[in-house]
């Protein structure tokens, strides 16, 4: 499987959990409603009021409707479980997807560099080679068994393996790093100790709060889910781009990271969009194309503005070379600058020449977001297609990278 399989599926996977969860959320709380709704209306209807000076107001249930009571009220409690349980499953399915993908990433390393099992401990007798019958299914054993060994270790062993074997800094995000060993030493306490925090989870992760002990117990809030699924998926992003890097060095690698970006900069993920293309940036020095570099440095401008942090905005555009850009990038940085008479200039002119800019871009781009709401624009789509503009969010995003569909 080629690098770029191996990360574009897994990020797919990433955020298909991601978005999950919020669905099941809504569905078992749409279930736990009906469910007291209907305990309610069996209150009411089957049981007898009484009231007590000592314990209040309550309910005699008869004999005859005690079987029923006792199995609404088993319903209730047994999802009441499964709203508990629920999230802690969705972060033991979130790292067992990032394991699935750290082997088969340490698999496109050996079969690109096999001399990298010259250093494992990892050997074959006489009798083992005997039952291949070719060079290549023993390196495959092997690799396997390397695959295998890796993946029994640690997390933070797995990004320790990527270093030793192909001479690489993954620490320089220290608090990154930090909050992936955390949720993976919580999907550890969720799998083999029911969320019970053990002395093995504070030694990895720090005794860094008074409520965090042992013996606690700890769950996953929708906020927590979020921002664990965001971790995993910039951890997968840095290690699959910097390996690709190290191994088969080419454009194709920001082009990628450019392309993941702008998903996530239509899917309104602007944070994990801006270090994507902060990363894209700066850590590739001998990848330097310039359109390319314009595309990232564009999107990158678009996410601080959509953040509401105008001048990172601005700083972005200022270092770009606008005198070398071709029509659409001059139509980019003048709605980024809400420059909307001017933009809706260029888009006429480029009607008139070479079409970059049609129907499809104007409705679908992220870019043009601010724009689509003034009179102006709406005239003009009226004026050139004959039908209202109406945006509806994409469900199939192209990957090929050009101008067209990273803007």
Same mark, same amino acid.
């Given at each position: ?8 599926? !897994? ?14 959320? %809504? ?39 005690? !079987? ?56 074959? !007798? ?57 949720? %993976? ?213 192209? !990957? ?8």
């Amino acid at each position: 499987m080629e690098i770029i399989d191996i990360l574009n599926k !897994t990020v797919s996977a990433i955020d298909a959990i991601k978005n999950t969860l919020p669905i099941s959320a %809504t569905l078992y709380e749409q279930l736990h409603n009906n469910l007291l709704i209907e305990y309610n209306r069996f209150l009411e209807t089957k049981c007898e009021k009484i009231s007590d000076k000592e314990k209040g107001e309550g309910y005699r249930i008869p004999e005859s409707q005690f !079987t029923r009571f006792i199995r609404i009220k088993e319903k209730i409690s047994k999802l009441e479980i499964s709203l508990n349980i629920a999230p802690r499953n969705y972060i033991i399915s979130l790292i067992s997807q990032f394991d699935f993908y750290i082997g088969n990433l340490i698999r496109y390393v050996l079969n690109k560099q096999p001399e990298i099992l010259n250093t494992s401990d990892r050997k074959l !007798t006489f009798a083992d080679i005997k039952k291949f019958d070719s060079i290549e299914k023993a390196i495959t054993y092997l690799i396997e068994k390397e695959v295998d060994s890796v993946i029994r270790c640690s997390h933070d062993d797995h990004l320790k393996w990527f270093e030793k074997k192909l001479n690489i800094n993954l620490r320089s995000d220290k608090k990154l790093i930090e909050e992936f060993i955390e949720i %993976t030493e919580r999907r550890n306490l969720f799998t083999h100790c029911d969320g019970s925090v053990n002395e093995s989870y504070l030694e990895k992760v720090g005794r860094n709060s008074d409520t965090i002990v042992v013996g606690s117990k700890l769950s996953v809030s929708p906020e927590y889910f979020q921002h664990s699924c965001d971790v995993i998926f910039l951890i997968v992003v840095y290690l699959g781009h910097i390996v690709w890097n190290i191994l088969d060095p080419d454009d194709s690698i920001k082009k990628n990271l450019n392309t993941i970006a702008y998903e996530q900069i239509q899917e309104e993920n602007y944070n994990i969009a801006e270090n994507i293309l902060n990363f894209a940036l700066n850590s590739f020095g001998k990848i330097r194309i310039l359109a390319l570099d314009t595309m990232l440095k564009i999107n990158l401008s678009q996410t601080y503005l959509w953040q509401e942090r105008d001048e990172e905005s601005k700083k972005i555009l200022s270092e770009i070379d606008w005198s070398l850009c071709t029509e659409e990038y001059l139509i980019a940085k003048a709605v980024i600058e809400r420059d909307f008479r001017t933009a809706i200039r260029m888009i006429k002119e480029d009607n008139n020449k070479r079409k970059v800019i049609g129907k499809n871009e104007l409705i679908e781009w992220p870019l043009f977001k601010e724009l689509r709401k003034t009179e102006e624009f709406k005239e003009y789509f009226k004026k050139q297609y004959g039908e209202n503009a109406i945006v509806q969010k994409r469900q199939n995003i192209d !990957t090929e990278v050009k101008i067209s569909t990273m803007l």
